[in-house]
Structure formats: C-alpha cells, structure tokens
C-alpha cells in the first residue's frame, strides 16, 4: 500500500520565522501533490499543489518544493503568523481519484 | 463560487442504531465525491469515492455504506453503528476531468460519537 509520512510530528517556530514542514512518499508513480491545512474541528483546507513535472511551485507566502528523486515534498511558509498554527497533511496520487494522506505536522506559532 | 455542506456538524448515537450523514456541493457539476474518516490525532482514511450518479468504490470494507442519488449529494449510512465508527467524517469533492489532477476540497465535516 502507499505510505506517505511526515518527519516531525510537531513544529514550534516563532511568529516572524519561516517554517518548514517535512513529508516522505513511498510511490515513485505519484504524479500530484498537495498540501492542506486543518485548524482544529474544521475540514482540511487546500493550501497549494505541485504536479510531477515541477520541482518548486510558488503561492503566497508558501512555497513547495518536490524532490522526486528522494521522493520528498516540503511546504515552507514564509515570515509564519500565530493564524498559521494548525496541522498540515501533504497528499499524493498517481490516479487523481484515490489520494493518500500523511498523518500531519501540528505547527505551533510562538507568538 | 464552489461550496460543500455537510450535516450535522455533530452527531452522538447508541450502538446499534442507524446513521445517515448527508454532503451536498454547490457551483459545480458532475464532480468527483468522497467520504473520509478521521481518527484523533491520525490521517484520513478514504471510504468511499463516487465518479458518478450511482457509482460507489469502496476502499474500506465495513458496516458503512455510500449512495449517490443526485449528481450533488454523496450519502453516508449505516443500518447498524458500532462502538468502532466513532470518529470525524469528512465528505471532499474534486472536479471530474479525465486527464489532469484536480485538488480535492473538503466540508467541515461530523464529529460522530457512538455510545
């Protein structure tokens, strides 16, 4: 089955910092990912997404880079604000129907 | 603009009695749709996933089933709920085109709790 997982099951940074979450796939064939956020008692919410044949795409105040050749993804969050606090999941498909999640990073921003 | 609605928000129920959670979209047509469950603390685990009017795929094999009777509305039930259903459901839609990846997009989902 497909594994996706994250290298840092929580994340402190400071308000003003940058932060960097982390996540592994296990699939070479996947060809879409993306990052959500989840605050807490809501649905994940879209943050960004990459296709296979990009290794960095932009959006504000977030960037993703994806390394196919180690299979690693990152979502990195510029100049992290207390509202970034929540937990991100990255997904992955190589069928657009079927996605798998990753267990999620819980971000804490130290005001 | 596209919205998804899922209801009720939070559900308690006893053992053994019937569910039904109900997701419907707006804005879009012919879209994808899905039910999640959410464990505390875990991932999200895919339940079921509709391309279509009438078609259901089932990942997880269960006492859960999913109907789709309008093109907008993906439906959850369950004749008989156990103690193991408890969790957060969550229903997702994504645009139905063949040939490119389309990002999924969630509802708030129902915190079910079975007693």
């Known amino acids: 089955g497909e594994s996706v997982g994250l290298h840092l099951p929580t994340l402190s940074v400071q308000e003003g910092d940058n932060s960097i979450i982390n996540c592994a796939y296990s699939?070479?064939?996947?060809?879409?990912f993306i990052w959500y956020k989840q605050e807490s008692g809501k649905g994940p919410q879209f943050i960004i997404d990459i296709r296979s044949n990009m290794d960095k795409r932009q959006g504000q105040r977030v960037t993703v880079l994806l390394n196919k050749t180690v299979k690693h993804l990152s979502l990195q969050i510029a100049a992290t604000q207390p509202g970034d606090s929540a937990v991100y999941f990255c997904?992955?498909?190589?069928?657009?129907?079927?996605?798998?999640f990753g267990t999620g990073t819980s971000l804490t921003v130290i005001p | 603009s596209q919205t998804i609605h899922q209801w009720p928000a939070t559900l308690v129920q006893p053992v053994g009695s019937p569910l039904s959670l109900e997701c419907t979209v707006e804005?879009?047509?012919?879209?994808?749709l899905y039910w999640y469950r959410q464990a505390a603390g875990r991932g999200l685990q895919l339940l079921f996933y509709s391309v279509g009017i009438g078609q259901i795929s089932s990942e997880v094999p269960q006492n859960l089933s999913a109907s789709r009777p309008q093109d907008r509305q993906f439906i959850l039930s369950s004749k008989k709920l156990l103690l193991s259903d408890s969790g957060f459901y969550l229903c997702?839609?994504?645009?139905?085109?063949?040939?490119?990846?389309?990002?999924?997009?969630f509802g708030d989902g129902t915190r079910l709790s079975i007693l």
């Open positions: 997904a992955e498909t190589n069928t657009g129907n079927q996605f798998y």
């Open positions: 699939n070479s064939a996947s060809d879409y």
């Open positions: 997702a839609w994504s645009g139905n085109r063949k040939y490119s990846n389309q990002p999924q997009h």
């Open positions: 804005g879009t047509s012919n879209p994808n």
